[in-house]
T-cell receptor, first 115, second 117 residues
Framework: AQSVTQPDIHITVSEGASLELRCNYS??????LFWYVQSPGQGLQLLLK??????LVQGIKGFEAEFKRSQSSFNLRKPSVHWSDAAEYFC?????????????FGTGTQLKVEL | DAGVIQSPRHEVTEMGQEVTLRCKPI?????LFWYRQTMMRGLELLIY????????DSGMPEDRFSAKMPNASFSTLKIQPSEPRDSAVYFC???????????????FGPGTRLTVL
């Protein structure tokens, strides 16, 4: 069975600083990887996804993530954080089953942005 | 597009009562997922449907939980009887699977916050 580890529960960065959120996955085949963001009281919004091809994936809101098979990682990055990026971020790995893409989520990383 | 619609957004009920959560997926999507989010367990997949058929309900915690999808535009998650430990945020998500291509993205609704007293 697949699993996802997000080792950082909370991260605080200053506005304008760079950001990297860590994600490690466990999956027996080629993974399908996602990053979602959840603002307070809201549902999850897809930031970016990796299925195949270029290991550096660009997403919305200036985010990017790099798939590193050798490290089983899919870390999320942003060169300059904005105060509006404060939210909870979830990494997920997808497993194709008979009816669709079954996602397993990490426990999330809560991002706080200091002004 | 209206996105995934869930109702109610908030539900407060007493232990032992029946609770029904509703979801309208994005029009044209053929897969629907129900998740539960708690502080202790994070996001858990409860059940998902493809073309209105339940494919995997291994995440449903117990017999008190049931889900139906009578047509492509509506699904319900029912808890009967409800218990305080069922308090959580319940999300519905939908996606479009095209010809087995693994490119389907799940789009989430805003969730229903359930409190069982």
């Amino acid at each position: 069975a697949q699993s996802v580890t997000q080792p950082d529960i909370h991260i605080t960065v200053s506005e304008g600083a760079s950001l990297e959120l860590r994600c490690n996955y466990s999956y027996g085949a080629t993974p399908y990887l996602f990053w979602y963001v959840q603002s307070p009281g809201q549902g999850l919004q897809l930031l970016l996804k990796y299925f195949s091809g270029d290991t550096l994936v660009q997403g919305i809101k200036g985010f990017e993530a790099e798939f590193k098979r050798s490290q089983s990682s899919f870390n999320l990055r942003k060169p300059s954080v904005h105060w509006s990026d404060a939210a909870e971020y979830f990494c997920a790995v997808g497993a194709m089953t008979g009816g669709g893409n079954k996602l397993t989520f990490g426990t999330g990383t809560q991002l706080k942005v200091e002004l | 597009d209206a996105g995934v619609i869930q109702s109610p957004r908030h539900e407060v009920t007493e232990m032992g009562q029946e609770v029904t959560l509703r979801c309208k997926p994005i029009s044209g999507h053929n897969s629907l997922f129900w998740y539960r989010q708690t502080m202790m367990r994070g996001l858990e997949l409860l059940i998902y449907f493809n073309n209105n058929v339940p494919i995997d309900d291994s995440g449903m915690p117990e017999d008190r939980f049931s889900a139906k999808m009578p047509n492509a535009s509506f699904s319900t998650l029912k808890i009967q009887p409800s218990e305080p430990r069922d308090s959580a945020v319940y999300f519905c998500a939908s996606s479009l699977e095209v010809g087995g291509a693994r490119t389907d993205t799940q789009y989430f609704g805003p969730g229903t916050r359930l409190t069982v007293l």
